[in-house]
């Protein structure tokens, strides 16, 4: 069963229990329009299902209220900050605001963002670049419970580990690409394992490292409290780029890598590794409009494979499933809507 609601509704819901939680009214805002942006976007994994894991990080001290991000090296086209366990949503967007002023300003910016909580759908960093004509790298590492074996591994060693690209095109939507390096994001199995559906084959392995379509071993303990594991996307190919976010997104940026025995610990902390281009100052920016443009329109010229309407390129599933989304409304499994109102209680909403 489930239940279908509004994209103000929602945000309205989420904001509330996050100012219950102890969020300023703008903080709890900028939070809940992040987490319905994703789910809009299609993405649920990173949308309001992740309120719950937000409230017990706030109960347990691993997320903290109100906290903005700290500079702490400012050289021009260099900065490194220090989300001191805020918001991600929040945080990131704070360091991406910098970044981007730099970029216009020297042509360029690295930004090392750590120590961050739960940064959600990277895809809105690269979005709010290419919103200024700005292309953005991101390379994030997550330090939680590990949830993805390395090629050749039989358990959870590092975490879902995203990249992200931002690239806009001239006269046309930009493209975003935002993909997590395991098999399948970890917000995905639990989406899966409320709803009471199986995983694809290959995405997943047992707590005795054997493959399994059950997403909740990954979600929920298993037999001695162990977890299963996902799997790397590209076997040896996506589990090198994970290993590359954890290298440049945890241990360049100062926040830190994963090396010790799992916990049960709620909070998510990210660690993002961030490049900002202004084409403009690179002094190739018209060659850069004509040629995206056309490799754009090239790729898409092309004829359909058998069972698909058409080439799409990366963005463009977001696109589409936002204006589904704002018309028909968005769709809640009832195990995640009863996980939600058991957050709110737990902060005493409405009492």
């Not at 299902?49 to 409230?55: D, I």
């Not at 098999?183 to 392995?205: D, S, T």
């Not at 963005?315 to 769709?331: K, L, N, S, T, Y």
């Amino acid at each position: 069963m489930s239940i279908t609601l509004s994209a103000s509704e929602l945000r309205a819901r989420v904001a509330s229990i996050l100012t219950a939680a102890g969020s300023t009214e703008t903080e709890a805002r900028c939070v809940a329009d992040n987490l319905v942006l994703a789910n809009l976007s299609g993405h649920d994994s990173h949308g309001v299902g992740m309120v719950p894991r937000y409230v017990d990080a706030v109960l347990e001290g691993g997320l903290q209220p109100n906290a903005a991000a700290k500079v702490l090296l400012d050289a021009g086209s260099l900065l490194t900050l220090d989300g001191q366990r805020g918001y991600g949503q929040v945080v990131g967007e704070q360091a991406m605001q910098l970044a981007m002023q730099r970029a216009k300003a020297q042509g360029s910016c690295i930004l090392a963002l750590g120590n961050a909580h739960h940064l959600g759908r990277i895809g809105h960093f690269a979005e709010m670049a290419v919103a200024q004509g700005l292309v953005s790298i991101h390379f994030v590492n997550v330090l939680s419970r590990p949830v993805v074996a390395p090629w050749g591994g039989a358990d959870g060693r590092y975490g879902t580990n995203p990249c992200c690209i931002g690239v806009p095109i001239q006269g046309r939507a930009p493209f975003i690409l935002d993909f997590a390096t395991s098999r399948v994001a970890q917000g995905k199995m639990r989406v899966a394992h409320n709803e009471g559906r199986h995983a694809e084959p290959g995405y997943l392995i047992d707590a005795q490292g054997q493959p399994t379509t059950d997403p909740g071993v990954v979600v929920v303990p298993q037999a001695g409290g162990l977890f299963g594991a996902l799997m790397p996307f590209g076997e040896h190919k996506g589990y090198g780029l994970a290993v590359a976010c954890e290298l440049l997104g945890g241990a360049l940026t100062g926040g830190g890598t994963w090396h010790r025995a799992p916990d049960a610990a709620r909070a998510v902390i990210n660690g993002m590794l961030s490049i900002v281009i202004d084409p403009v100052k690179l002094g190739t920016q018209a060659a850069f409009e004509q040629e995206a443009r056309a490799f754009v329109d090239w790729l898409q010229q092309g004829p359909a494979a058998p069972g698909t309407d058409r080439v799409r390129v990366a963005g463009e599933p977001e696109r589409e499933a936002r204006a589904q989304r704002e018309r028909d409304g968005i769709v809640i499994d009832d195990q995640t809507w009863a996980e939600i109102e058991a957050a709110g209680a737990k902060v005493k909403l409405g009492r």
